[in-house]
Nanobody, 115 residues
Framework: QVQLLESGGGLVQAGGSLRLPCAAS????????MGWYRQAPGKHRDLVAT???????HYADPVKGRFTISRDNSKNMVFLQMKRLKPDEPSDYYC?????????WGQGTQVTVSS
């Protein structure tokens, strides 16, 4: 059974930084595109960033220039470095990955930005 586990969430002041790691574990023979999504209460889940096996990245417009996605293929991990965080940003961050040709989601981690 494959599991994605996020960590690193917490409370940060506006303008601050936070780094979210996500680890894929279990019986993994294929780990392709990985990414991060986020969701505000009562809203739909939106793409934040994705990264391919080869390291090609894609960012949603609201985070371009502030967030950086990276991965460590040797550890089956993906990271989201967030800078200049804003109080009105969605708070729940979810890791997503194509694992063994299936789409898997983590349980989420919460990021609260205080003004």
């Amino acid at each position: 059974q494959v599991q994605l586990l996020e960590s690193g969430g917490g409370l940060v002041q506006a303008g601050g930084s936070l780094r979210l790691p996500c680890a894929a574990s279990g019986s993994i023979f294929s780990l392709k595109i990985m990414g991060w999504y986020r969701q505000a209460p009562g809203k739909h889940r939106d793409l934040v960033a994705t990264i391919t096996e080869g390291g090609s990245t894609h960012y949603a417009d609201p985070v371009k220039g502030r967030f950086t996605i990276s991965r460590d293929n040797s550890k089956n991990m993906v990271f989201l470095q967030m800078k200049r965080l804003k109080p009105d940003e969605p708070s729940d961050y979810y890791c997503n990955a194509n694992v063994n040709l299936l789409t898997e989601w983590g349980q989420g981690t919460q990021v609260t930005v205080s003004s």
